[in-house]
């Protein structure tokens, strides 16, 4: 199976930028694709984006734009680069990996706070 981690959170102000990582460990070869998803308090879980094992990145009309999915397969590790934040952005950030051979899996998240 898989493990994610992700980091990188933290707190930035309105305008600025923070990079998030998800590291995977485990059956990383399995993993056809990984997305980030988003869940800010009372609001429902919202998909960010998802980018598949061979790179081919979609986003949420939300952020298009503003935010990018990348992958380096040598690490193991996706990216969200995140750029001209805004308060609504605040949320916690959980990645997703699913395969036809793995159970879908979530990390632990992590925290994004976007000063006004």
């Known amino acids: 199976q898989v493990r994610l981690v992700e980091s990188g959170g933290g707190l930035v102000e309105a305008g600025g930028s923070l990079r998030l990582s998800c590291a995977a460990s485990g059956s990383t070869f399995a993993i056809d694709a990984t997305s980030w998803y988003r869940q800010a308090p009372g609001k429902q879980r919202e998909l960010v984006g998802t980018?598949?094992?061979?790179?081919?990145?979609i986003y949420a009309d939300s952020v298009k734009g503003r935010f990018t999915i990348s992958r380096d397969n040598a690490k193991n590790t996706v990216y969200l680069q995140m750029h001209s934040l805004k308060p609504e952005d605040t949320a916690v950030y959980l990645c997703?990996?699913?395969?036809?051979?793995?159970?879908?899996?979530w990390g632990q998240g992590t925290q994004v706070t976007v000063s006004s």
């Open positions: 980018v598949s094992s061979g790179g081919t990145a």
């Open positions: 997703y990996a699913v395969g036809v051979r793995i159970r879908a899996t």
